[in-house]
């Protein structure tokens, strides 16, 4: 009788148990974009997981949440991936993978790599039992004893659902726009410390980016969205700071509700409800939103236009002297200066060239370059004066100076911080109308009749003659002023395409120029794969240029190197050499960057000059790596390096170490490579196998392991064969906990920054790329605030 009340609370657990099971998705299922297998759905029918389309360029892999006429995408699989064609297919196969089927390439959609510390190896692939869609939009892979492996709540993108967590360290990332699901401007990271912020993309984490935060530091904090609506961000233990608790709830009792947190295309985070009547309707509603006004978030606008919310709606207007950008997307609004580049540098006096109009009631996020004290009219005067300059900021007696483009401007109304922008644009191009005045009266015409036929004919052949004669006069004025123009210009391309050099602020100089500043090309300063650099002067100030003659590039034409050239020069960023011009001559092709004058880190590291503590050689990896990872995710256009090396760093005046020769990789003859470029390719480039962001991960992660051990990658004067190769001899020392033979001359050694540094540079060089951690996350084990799995050897993973 004692065994009757268990038996029947264990059939209640299974009774339980099959009401709320999800639909099991069994080994050998798949999906196709088109026909009635596109989607696998979960059980109440509101999420589904499959193929959906992406706009009108193909379809694209993941979860949303079935809102007829428009369903809401919550996840994207690979979302920076190109879409997907109608002939692609989804399998889950009879061996345990899920493979995305597209034309001749077939890869897991989603890696099942996990940690197993009971096995010699870090990492193993566990092959997939089973999937499922839940109701609670979470796409679940099991094993065969029916354990999660990989769960999308674990992976977000834009948006967490009723039940996820945002967990220290991770991050929402905004889509480009509605029909486009890849990474866009603006990221949400719940930081180590405890608190929820909101930055722009293009901008690296730093607090002063910042244009929300939740203004939480709790230990281990994680942001919570529950099944009832509340966000929340929690700590450990009791801490807690829910965002909406004062959201009031109206719902009839026979709607469901589904809650969402999106961090939106705009880059504002609002919680959405979506309510269901049954299965035949659904309605959707915003319950909460981080800013009330858009103009607060910088970059809602794009480049040099700037924010307005007077009438109560934020709306982007181009600033005086700009016009729309042809490829101005749908959220912001870039915009181009309305004339072609001024020659500013080679006029004596550049206050001739310029008007400078006025707006109000302005405000700039950025950063200026030059900030002086001085009065209004003694600041306009020097904006002017300075070629650099394209517009200031007057508040309160300083004058603060910006450099195109101008970017995170707002228009505010009675506010404290504000200040009156004065905007340089070329004299004939002020868009300020003028007054309207009267016309003038038309004189009239009085026509005097003289019965003397000879002094009537007199008349009419002196105003004739004086018709004709100043009519000659201004066709020869018009033939030497066009003439002096030609002579002018006679240096430049015939085929010049001025629009060019103001849509990605470059100058365009004539080669006689470039030999004039550099003295003849007499100083060369460095010889890279692309050709020798020269150093020169440009300017009355003499201002130190590094001048590039390419020499092994392909000879693709005029129009496709200027295209390259824009990609490279739309790049900004303080680990990255800038390019200041260019010049095409014929088959000659040059580029001019700012000059950086303490040379390269090669000479830096194998000359020995320079002692190097710890920190900064940290510090000159970190430079490195957030240069890297500008170019990988936040530039853009994405550019991968392809040629990282000791030689293309540079060091500047303060030994802030800058990456050079990025974005010339398509334009060289051939993927060859020297003896020096070759010892920091990673083994795909050598087998001729794609290339990815992961190549420039192992290159990176030689240059690491050459900072540490200030030696190159390959050296055949050491004392023992097992020294030859770098990164081989580094894991035996590692191996063998015997790190102090990589600093044998070194008195002050920081062991622990010593055994980080090697541990990621190890990770860095793995064989395979799918190893390799992305740069993020190199630069989150360099800070120390990711732990570091221990390294496996290279050459145990080839197979």
């Known amino acids: 009788m004692a065994s009757t009340p268990v038996m029947f609370l264990l059939f209640l657990m299974l009774f339980a148990k099959e009401a709320t099971a999800e639909k099991i998705i069994q080994l050998g299922s798949s999906l196709s974009p088109k026909g009635n297998h596109s989607s696998w759905a979960s059980s109440s029918g509101h999420f589904a997981f499959g193929f959906y389309q992406q706009g009108n360029s193909g379809f694209g892999v993941g979860i949303w949440l079935v809102t007829p006429p428009e369903n809401t995408i919550v996840w994207t699989a690979n979302r920076d991936s190109s879409p997907v064609s109608s002939n692609s297919s989804l399998d889950l196969t009879k061996d345990g993978r899920l493979l995305l089927r597209n034309g001749k390439e077939d890869h897991d959609l989603i890696s099942t790599a996990i940690s197993d510390y ?46 996820q967590y945002l967990t220290s360290g991770d991050s929402l990332v905004s889509s480009m726009s509605k029909l486009d699901h890849s990474r866009g401007s603006f990221y949400l990271s719940m930081q180590y410390d405890g608190n929820l912020v909101a930055y722009p993309a293009s901008r690296i984490q730093d607090p002063q980016d910042t ?121 912001s609004l870039d915009c181009v200066q309305n004339h072609s580049k001024d020659d500013c540098e080679s006029v004596e006096d550049p206050t001739m060239l310029y008007n400078v109009t006025q707006l109000d009631n302005m405000y700039w996020g950025d950063t200026p370059y030059s900030v002086i004290t001085v009065k209004m009219e003694t600041c306009k005067k020097s904006c002017q004066q300075d070629c650099n300059c394209g517009a200031v900021l007057y508040s309160n007696g300083n004058c603060k100076k910006y450099r195109l483009p101008l970017v995170y401007t707002r228009r505010i109304q009675n506010s404290s911080t504000v200040g009156v922008a004065l905007l340089k644009m070329l004299s004939g191009f002020s868009p300020i109308q003028p007054s309207p005045t009267k016309a003038k009266p038309k004189p009239k015409i009085v026509i005097v009749v003289d019965d003397n036929k000879t002094s009537l004919i007199m008349i009419l052949a002196f105003t004739l003659g004086s018709i004709s004669l100043f009519c000659l006069g201004f066709a020869v004025s018009i033939f030497f002023t066009y003439r002096r123009k030609v002579y002018m210009y006679k240096t430049l391309s015939a ?162 170490a800058k990456i050079s020769d990025f974005g010339l990789a398509r334009l060289k003859q051939d993927n060859s490579a020297g003896d020096e470029t070759s010892r920091y390719l990673a083994p795909e480039w050598q087998k001729d196998a794609s290339v990815s962001v992961k190549t420039d991960i192992y290159s990176f992660g030689v240059v690491l392991l050459e900072i540490v051990c200030r030696r190159s990658s390959i050296d055949m004067n050491v004392s023992s064969p097992e020294k030859i190769l770098l990164s081989s001899w580094v894991y035996q020392c590692f191996a063998a906990g015997q790190l102090n033979r990589l600093v044998t001359d070194e008195d002050d050694v920081d062991w622990k920054m010593l055994e980080r540094m090697v541990k990621v540079g190890l990770w860095c060089v793995q064989d395979h790329p799918s190893l390799r951690p992305s740069m993020k996350n190199v630069i989150l084990m360099l800070e120390g605030l990711k732990d570091i799995p221990i390294p496996p050897s290279a050459a145990l993973l080839v197979k």
């Open 495 to 656: 085929s010049e395409n001025l629009g060019f050099t103001e849509d990605c602020s470059l100058r365009l100089f004539s080669f006689d120029e470039l030999v004039k500043s550099t003295g003849g090309f007499t100083e060369e300063v460095g010889r890279g794969s692309f050709g020798a650099v020269y150093k020169g002067t440009i300017g009355d100030s003499n201002r130190s240029i590094a001048v590039k003659r390419l020499e092994k590039i392909v000879d693709e034409g005029e129009r496709e190197f200027r295209a390259e050239i824009t990609a490279i020069a739309r790049t900004h960023h303080r680990n990255l050499v800038k390019l200041i011009g260019f010049c095409i001559d014929g088959s000659r092709k040059l580029l001019v960057y700012e000059y950086v004058s303490n040379g390269s880190l090669a000479k830096l590291l194998f000359n020995g000059e320079k002692h190097l503590s710890w920190g900064e050689k940290l510090k000159i990896a970190m430079d490195v790596a957030r240069g890297v990872l500008y170019l990988h995710e936040e530039c853009e256009v994405r550019i991968i390096h392809c040629n990282i090396k000791p030689r293309n760093i540079l060091m500047d005046e303060a030994w802030t």
């Open 118 to 163: 009971s096995r010699s190896l870090p990492y193993v692939s566990k092959p997939i039992a089973s999937a499922s869609m839940n109701d609670s939009g979470n796409f679940v892979l099991y094993d065969e004893k029916s354990v999660v492996i990989w769960q999308s709540f674990d992976d977000p993108t834009d948006t967490i659902l009723g039940g």
């Open 211 to 331: 244009y929300w935060a939740s203004q939480t530091q709790f230990e281990g904090s994680h942001l919570s969205l529950n099944d009832e609506g509340s966000l929340c961000v929690t700590g450990y233990v009791r801490d807690l700071l829910c965002l909406t608790d004062s959201i009031p709830r109206n719902k009839s009792q026979n709607s469901t509700s589904i809650y969402r947190t999106t961090l939106d295309v705009d880059g504002n985070l609002r919680l959405y409800e979506h309510q269901f009547e049954g299965n035949t309707s659904s309605t959707v509603k915003m319950l909460w939103q981080a800013l009330p006004d858009q103009c607060q978030i910088p970059g809602f606008c794009g480049l040099n236009s700037y924010c307005s919310n007077m009438s109560g709606n934020a709306v982007c207007e181009c600033c005086p002297g700009f016009v729309p950008s042809k490829r101005s997307g749908n959220v």
